[in-house]
């Protein structure tokens, strides 16, 4: 099966080099080029194309906004070709925030064969990523129990509760006109909301918030501890943010839509549409995720003297909220482990430095790391952290097919903490870090992984816990909080 990518680029160059670099593999197809962000959205939405090349600075719509617009409407693999120069790389390692999957290096001097070849195997790799977090397993199917089906998933079916009889004619009309879409059933209120989902078991209920006899808040309450299932809050139009809207969140809701102004016209409906989707699409993916034993936070921290985060495709943005939520006296020091291009480790750590009360830079040998600073691995040489603080850096061959490798980082840690390490695993395809992981278990650290069931790659925490079986478990928003508890912050 080729791999189709739509080409984006201001450069009418550059999208002539790569269309004909891709017609010379034989399994990669263009499907479409475009000079700028918007036209870029539009082509997502028409042709659905495995994998985007994006540009970044773009006239009339630049590569993140174009980013954030096709990853709400029409969630799709996205790899940033970022050009040189500072400025840009941290703008693409923002694209990755906004939901980019990988970035790659647009070469100084343009695309020589070489390049090209690098960025067809990067445009594969991605694909592959997306593919797997898009497989669902038939009905009745567990992990491990059959075969694993690939093909057409099944119709989604849709529980549309709205106390309105006019909005939820106009949302019935609207999603029942697409193919994948199902309309089993609406409710008034939110009591009958509660049933009918427990009766219906829909894949997903769009849920009003302002309903007689129960609202949309216990509503979703209820039906996240009774029957769980992914919640689309419908609300007012933007800035119209009420408490029982955060409320339901907090209650289990998976995201917010708001309502247009001016009622539901064809470009609203399919937003909500490409919303419906792609939270469906995560949901149908989470049937793959390992059962995980959560363990709950011990009523008095361990003695955590250095904490070690292993992270890869996915993982930046959850990195970056990690760093921003722990507190400027957080105490211990902090070594990061993130797969990037070549080339890019300048760019996250300033994007990462944007975002957090704690310092944050690129490890050299021989820094001495305190703690409330992060350190974090640059390209082409192997992290550890010895029991004196000090970084030590080395060039050995590379390990599970990473140089810089977060197992012989978290490995290194085990080594030299032993019971006062702490190692995080987060997003990312492959195995790298859940031996060191599993090192510092075997040490008496504690180890903490991202909920595969968040994660946007769940490979790297599956085969984590697998390794360190002891592991607390957390989604990703939450795992400041956890690693602060963990290590006795303030």
């Known amino acids: 099966m080729k791999t189709r990518v739509l080409v984006v680029d201001d450069s009418p160059l550059v999208r002539a080099v790569l269309g004909e670099a891709f017609a010379a593999v ?124 690939t093909g057409a998933p099944a119709r989604i079916r849709v529980l549309v509760v709205d106390d309105s009889p006019v909005v939820r004619t106009v949302l019935r009309a609207g999603l029942s006109r697409e193919s994948d879409l199902e309309i089993v059933g609406e409710a008034s209120d939110g009591a009958q909301a509660v049933r009918m989902a427990a009766e219906l078991r829909p894949d997903l209920v769009t849920m009003d918030l302002l309903m007689p006899i129960m609202g949309g808040t216990d509503a979703t309450l209820r039906i996240m501890r009774e029957c769980p299932c992914p919640i689309l809050v419908l609300v007012g139009a933007p800035g119209s943010s009420s408490p029982s809207e955060q409320d339901a969140l907090a209650g289990g809701a998976l995201e917010v839509f708001h309502k247009p102004a001016e009622g539901f016209d064809d470009t609203s409906l399919q937003r909500l549409v490409g919303t419906i989707r792609r939270m469906v699409q995560v949901a149908r993916a989470r049937v793959l995720a390992q059962p995980v034993i959560r363990r709950s936070v011990p009523l008095r921290p361990s003695e955590v003297a250095v904490v070690g985060v292993v992270g890869s495709t996915g993982a930046p943005r959850v990195l970056r909220d990690l760093l921003a939520g722990l507190p400027i006296d957080f105490p211990a020091p902090i070594a990061v482990v993130q797969h990037t291009e070549r080339g890019f480790a300048t760019a996250l750590v300033s994007w990462l430095a944007a975002a957090s009360k704690l310092t944050v830079k690129i490890a050299r040998e021989g820094d001495s790391v305190s703690p409330g600073q992060v350190v974090v691995a640059g390209d082409d040489a192997h992290m550890e952290l010895a029991l004196d603080g000090r970084v030590r850096l080395q060039s050995g061959d590379a390990v599970d097919g990473f140089r810089p490798s977060g197992t012989v980082l978290l490995s290194s840690l085990a080594g030299a903490f032993g019971r006062r390490a702490l190692g995080v695993v987060l997003s990312g395809m492959g195995n790298d870090g859940a031996d060191g992981l599993g090192a510092i278990c075997a040490a008496g650290g504690t180890a903490v992984v991202e909920d595969p069931e968040s994660a946007v790659v769940a490979g790297m925490p599956e085969r984590a816990l697998a390794r360190a079986t002891g592991a607390f478990v957390e989604r990703g928003e939450r795992l400041a909080w956890l690693v602060n508890e963990l290590a006795g912050g303030s």
């Not at 977090?133 to 075969?147: F, I, K, L, T, Y």
């Open 26 to 149: 034989p399994d990669i197809e263009v499907v479409g080029e475009a000079g700028d962000g918007k036209t870029a959205v539009e082509l997502a939405e028409r042709l659905r194309p495995d994998v985007i090349t994006m540009d970044v600075l773009m006239p009339v719509m630049d590569g993140l906004e174009a980013t954030a617009r096709i990853m709400r409407d029409c969630p799709t693999a996205i790899v940033v070709v970022a050009r040189d120069g500072g400025d840009v790389r941290t703008l693409a390692m923002e694209a990755l925030a906004r939901g980019a999957l990988e970035v790659f290096p647009k070469p100084a001097t343009g695309f020589d064969a070489t390049a090209a070849a690098a960025l067809a195997a990067t445009v594969r790799r991605t694909a592959r990523v997306a593919r797997m977090q898009a497989v669902v397993r038939a009905p009745g199917e567990g992990r491990g129990s059959g075969p694993i089906v």
